[in-house]
């Protein structure tokens, strides 16, 4: 009987073990990025986590990077700002927990104070709002902002296809061949960001 009980000590202590070193696995993007420094307006960019924009932007820029989110700070708590589904706020270790580690963070080199707290207000009145082709989505919110308010241009328009829309039409996006869209991917190859840090994702970047 004690036998029995020591070696199930000992099996629970194995997996214990073997658990935490999962966690410290799946941890380690995130710890790494907290050593390199998250400021607020990083863009973070991801392939598909199967939300409404990866799926759209799988079709229309197949491969790499298809999901986009821009870092906030509030109340001591880093956050991005996801516009899967609708535009709302993802705790950032979650956030890179559903990019299972691969992501890529863009820094503009002029904008290295991060947002003031107006700037980020402004970005938060988005809340809510639901993502809707070819108006309102990720890519497009962001690289406006980024015009708008710290003057700096980032991403380029891809025109849709008549095959592409075809195909986007099928997957239950209603968006006309000759449309313009800045993808996830243009803001990644944007002149104006740096990549300050980058984990088990192809960005398109040359290499340096």
Known sequence: MISKIALSLKIAGVIS????????????PYIEYAAVGPRSGDVLCRESSGGTEGRF???LTPGGINEC?????????????????????????????????R???????SAQNGITIPVREKLNENDGKQMSFPDFYGAKVISGWYVSELKIRAGAETDVSSGTAAALKAAGYNVPAGTKIITPKSLALSDSFNAVFVSGIETGRTKR
């Not at 073990?17 to 380690?28: C, E, F, Y």
């Not at 992501?103 to 080199?109: H, N, S, T, Y």
């Open 103 to 109: 992501f890529a963070v863009l820094r503009a080199e």
């Open 57 to 59: 932007f799988e079709i």
């Open 17 to 28: 073990v073997l658990a935490l070193l999962a966690l410290l696995w799946r941890l380690a």
């Open 69 to 101: 989110g821009v870092l906030t700070h509030s109340r001591w708590r880093w956050y991005v700002k996801d516009f899967n589904g609708t535009a709302h706020n993802v705790r950032l270790m979650k956030w890179i927990f559903r990019s299972r580690g």
